[in-house]
């Protein structure tokens, strides 16, 4: 977490398994990556996995960029349960 330290940040939790409200939540977090880009608003994004037993870093950056998005303010989290 030192990383983000004095940052803004934007976090939210998903699972690239989910059917229902992690596809809103990304898509969401894509159209907001966009809106702070065009503000020239230095804010990082976080996503989270809730399934890390699934979800390792490349599975997560596939369905991140699955959405036509660049990673360069988006920081993308799993880990052990």
Same mark, same amino acid.
């Given at each position: 977490?030192?990383?983000? &330290?004095? *940052?803004? $940040?934007? @976090?939210?939790? /998903?699972?690239?398994?989910?059917?229902?409200?992690?596809?809103?939540?990304?898509?969401?977090?894509t159209?907001?990556?966009?809106?702070? &880009?065009? *503000?020239? $608003?230095? @804010?990082?994004? /976080?996503?989270?996995?809730?399934?890390?037993?699934?979800?390792?870093?490349?599975?997560?950056?596939?369905?991140?960029?699955?959405?036509?998005r660049?990673l360069?303010?988006?920081?993308?989290?799993?880990?052990?349960?």
């Amino acid at each position: 977490m030192s990383d983000f &330290k004095g *940052k803004v $940040l934007i @976090v939210d939790f /998903i699972f690239t398994r989910c059917a229902t409200v992690s596809i809103p939540m990304t898509a969401n977090m894509t159209e907001l990556q966009e809106k702070l &880009k065009d *503000k020239k $608003l230095e @804010v990082e994004i /976080i996503s989270i996995s809730v399934d890390p037993d699934v979800d390792t870093p490349e599975i997560l950056k596939e369905y991140v960029l699955g959405y036509g998005r660049e990673l360069t303010n988006w920081t993308l989290l799993t880990g052990d349960a």
